[in-house]
């Protein structure tokens, strides 16, 4: 880096101790230096430097009394990072690794890729330190009832409207959305992943999953390839693999493998899905179960060994930095040809670079699992206009928002100089519409 270097130094110098965002921020501000050369006026107005700080940033105690009577406080985040084109929009995370930084990172991310989808919606996040496994029905309603308490005076349908992410479902968008309602007495648009009968829209559970797979068909279909046939490996079993792992067996694949934080399972004739969601979904149990059901399948202790399977194409979609460079050289040496990331920057630096220099087609999170956003914004619209429509309606136009990132993606990418570079096209093509709309507003 040379023009931006500085504005990582300040990155580094004013967020210590906070590897994941120093992280995402270097990968943004690496692709953006040829929009920093053409674009004179963005580095005089201070842009760069705006991007990179959150508008707000919110820490609150969230004490809530376990099932034994006893007091447990845990710590609650929102960074609300950027609204230059519409209200902050990002998950809540619920997960005992989730600190400040994570937060900052996941809502730097969140601007470029809601600004992908072509909605208005602007970056946020937010979250919890709070570990869901193990807790009893009880102690989750309770302790989604405690972070609302103090959350909602920060959110609302036009400010910032929180969803779902690791640990944080239907169930528990549910709790949040009964607290928020009675203490405003008002029934709106606030959250998205509401379910059906109140307010929430077809597709939006599937949403993520399918979107991923859409976004790497166009990318493999640009290359000559396609799902038909395919063997895929997938890492994680909540939400965003699950249905990942759906529209790609639609799509003609062989999905042989999924994972949890404690292991993975490979089932060499193709993973039962009715199997996995009755496991995940419904007993909410771990993925080793798996194995219960059916004969000829396998599980193994630890997830980083998934990498290890032969596959065609990887969609790590469990959670950040799950492929490194060991993993990365492992996919490429058994003939992995298309990495397309479901989880949250899941490919470490290391990793990205030796897809890139193996040609491997290789699709950004913030491009390819924008998918899930763009249904929560739609869900938005629906709201706002007090109507539902039917799945094939928001499927269809999830398909298409997909096709146009990756259009969009792939054209700003050459026009830039990185032809053939999704990472450098989604961030330069995320940033792009910002910064317009940050030089329109003035320095605010
Ligand atoms: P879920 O909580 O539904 O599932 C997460 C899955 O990943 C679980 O199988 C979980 O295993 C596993 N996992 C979580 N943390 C770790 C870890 N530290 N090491 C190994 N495995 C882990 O979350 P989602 O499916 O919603 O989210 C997955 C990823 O996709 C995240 O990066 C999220 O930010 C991203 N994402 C999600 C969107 C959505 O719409 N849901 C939208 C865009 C991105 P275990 O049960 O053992 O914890």
């Known amino acids: ?117 072509g909605l208005p919606i602007g970056g946020g996040k937010g979250g919890s330190d709070f570990d869901p496994k193990g807790k009893s029905e009880g102690e989750i309603m309770r302790f989604c009832q405690s972070f609302m308490t103090e959350l909602y005076k920060y959110i609302g349908p036009d400010i910032d409207v929180p969803a ?32 059906l009968t109140w307010g929430g829209s077809l597709v939006r559970t599937e949403a993520t999953g399918y979107g991923l797979c859409y976004f790497a068909d166009e990318m493999l279909k640009a290359n000559g390839k396609s799902f038909e046939g395919a063997t895929v490996v997938i890492s994680g079993s909540g939400n965003v693999a699950i249905y990942a792992a759906q529209k790609a067996i639609q799509m003609g694949a062989k999905v042989v493998a999924l994972s949890d934080s404690n292991g993975y399972v490979y089932d060499p004739e193709g993973i039962d899905l009715d199997v996995v969601k009755r496991i995940k979904e419904v007993e909410r149990k771990r ?102 429509w039917d799945f094939e309606t928001v499927d269809c136009k999830l398909r298409e928002i997909m096709k146009n990132i990756y259009k969009n993606v792939s054209k700003v990418a050459a026009e830039y100089g990185y032809p053939g570079n999704l990472v450098a096209g989604a961030n330069i093509a995320g940033f792009l519409k910002v910064a317009q709309a940050m030089y329109a507003q003035g320095v605010v």
Request: charged content about 20%.
């Open 164 to 195: 779902g992410d690791i640990g944080v479902g239907m169930r528990e968008i549910g709790y949040m959305y009964g607290q928020y309602k009675r203490i405003t007495n008002q029934f709106n648009g606030v959250i998205t992943g509401k379910g």
């Open 1 to 117: 880096m040379r023009i931006l270097e500085n504005v990582m130094e300040q990155v580094i110098r004013r967020n210590p101790n906070e590897p994941e965002f120093h992280q995402a921020v270097r990968e943004v501000l690496e692709c953006l230096e040829p929009v920093a050369e053409r674009h004179p006026e963005y580095l005089k107005t201070g842009i760069f430097e705006r991007i990179v700080e959150p508008e707000r940033q919110i820490i609150f105690r969230v004490p809530w009394v376990d099932d034994n009577g006893r007091v447990q406080v845990n710590r609650g985040f929102r960074v609300q990072f950027n609204s230059a084109i519409g209200p902050y929009k990002g998950g809540l995370r619920f997960h005992p690794s989730v600190n400040i930084g994570i937060i900052k990172f996941l809502g730097f991310e969140q601007i470029f890729k809601n600004s992908l989808t």
């Open 287 to 388: 993925i080793k179960e798996y194995v219960n059901y059916r004969s000829n399948a396998h599980y193994y202790e630890g997830c980083s060994g998934i990498w290890n399977i032969k596959c065609d194409i990887a969609l790590p979609c469990a959670t950040q930095n799950e492929i490194d460079k060991t993993a990365a050289e492992k996919l490429v040496s058994n003939g992995c040809y298309a990495v397309a990331e479901g989880a949250n920057m899941p490919c470490t630096p290391e990793a990205v670079e030796v897809f890139l220099d193996n040609k491997v087609l290789f699709a950004p999170s913030k491009a390819a699992n924008a998918g899930g956003v763009a249904i929560s914004a739609l869900e938005m619209s629906q709201n706002s206009i007090r109507c539902c």
